[in-house]
């Protein structure tokens, strides 16, 4: 099968000359004991996908990328006995193992073991499976590998979800939707007449977006510094959008003193602290983008315990999966999600290293891929 597989990280740009990303043929993998082998039909193209590409996140290489897709079960190992051949389904880049202190505490995106075996390149029942052409192991990203025709995964690393949802549709909801959406209902969970203001409006800043508007009577504020995705959050439901210049005087217009709920999800520690200033007393920062490693945070310590501040992580969205991907869908079905508007285009896989380019200047928002 073709597979795009990253053999170093840290390429010079544009991406399109020096391609760090590598068609290679690799051999397709059958699944074991818990496991399921998925066609997939639609990969997209994350800003994770890009952090690993950049070396700002470390992972052991080579790596066969992409870890947010739908596809078609096409194969079912020993004791999966609640998929079938045929389900469609959208794949998750957490396979909670259900067992650990955060799975027992209901917080499956943040299960410890699914954190050891992405970290390692394994999957979640055992070691890498993919293989080069010359017997030599590639990692999985994520313990999806979604740039591949075929990809083995966890039985924990799928949803099921109905044949009428469009692959190009549901191919947004394993990752972007999950993270955005999730930091909105599950992480702040905001409520009626809350004023929400979001930095970085790439796929999951927009999925903030719509998550905030669907809630009754809230006030959205989207910011990022590109005119394109600011007209885009208009349409994805924003009560109002500037550039990041203008972000305290939109606030300032509320006649409060800050926003309830800041979504920061650029992945930049200045922003961070920007947006802790923003917040009104007993506020809450939630933080969604990915720092580079090296980046910290400097602020006010007294904002947490004298103004009631809140700063809260927020890994998938703290979504469960098996929970939030079918209510997510209810809520597009509704209208009250409309994520086709961010579906820049759909492209062959070999188009890959030219679309780096593209997210990095922020030019597409999720270029979907198809993988026959």
Not at 54 to 61: A, E, T, Y
Not at 101 to 116: T, W
Not at 120 to 146: C, E, F, K, Q, T
Not at 267 to 285: D, I, N, P
């Amino acid at each position: 099968m073709r597979s795009a597989v990253l053999h170093e990280a840290g390429a010079a740009r544009p991406y399109a000359d020096s391609a760090p990303l590598r068609l290679d043929e690799v051999a397709v993998p059958s699944p074991r004991p818990g496991e399921i082998r998925v066609r997939i039909e639609r990969a997209s193209l994350c800003h994770s996908d890009l952090s690993v590409i950049d070396g700002s996140r470390i992972r052991p290489l080579p790596m066969a990328l992409g870890h947010e897709a739908t596809g078609v079960v096409d194969l079912v190992g020993p004791n999966v006995t609640d998929i079938t051949v045929g389900d469609r389904v959208v794949l998750v880049f957490v396979p909670s193992c259900g067992s650990c202190r955060a799975c027992d505490a209901g917080r499956p995106a943040l299960c410890h073991r699914a954190a050891e075996v992405n970290g390692s390149g394994d999957l979640l029942h055992g070691p890498a499976l993919l293989r080069a052409a010359d017997g030599d192991r590639i990692n999985h990203h994520l313990g999806v590998s979604a740039f591949s025709e075929y990809a083995v995964v966890a039985r924990e690393s799928v949803v099921v979800i109905d044949d009428d949802v469009p692959f190009d549709v549901a191919a947004m909801f394993g990752c972007a939707a999950l993270t955005g959406i999730g930091a909105v209902l599950n992480t702040a969970q905001v409520s009626e007449g809350q004023s929400v203001i979001v930095f970085g409006l790439g796929a999951v800043g927009l999925m903030a977006v719509m998550a905030a508007a669907q809630v009754a009577g809230t006030t959205v504020i989207a910011i990022d510094p590109l005119p394109a995705k600011r007209d885009l959050a208009l349409r994805c439901g924003a009560t109002s959008v500037g550039a990041p210049d203008a972000a305290e005087a939109l606030v300032q217009a509320l006649g409060s003193d800050g926003v309830d709920v800041a979504i920061e999800a650029v992945g930049s520690a200045r922003v961070m602290e920007s947006c802790l200033g923003l917040l009104t007393r007993g506020g809450a920062l939630v933080s969604v983008g990915l720092p580079h490693p090296d980046q910290a945070i400097s602020t006010q310590a007294l904002q947490f315990a004298g103004a009631g501040k809140r700063l809260l992580g927020s890994y998938m969205g703290d979504s469960v999966p098996a929970r939030d991907i079918p209510a997510y869908l209810a809520l597009w079905r509704a209208g009250k999600l409309p994520v086709e508007l961010l579906h820049t285009d759909t492209r062959d896989l070999s188009d890959l290293n030219e679309s780096l380019d593209a997210l990095a200047d922020g030019l597409v928002v999720r270029r979907i891929f198809m993988l026959r």
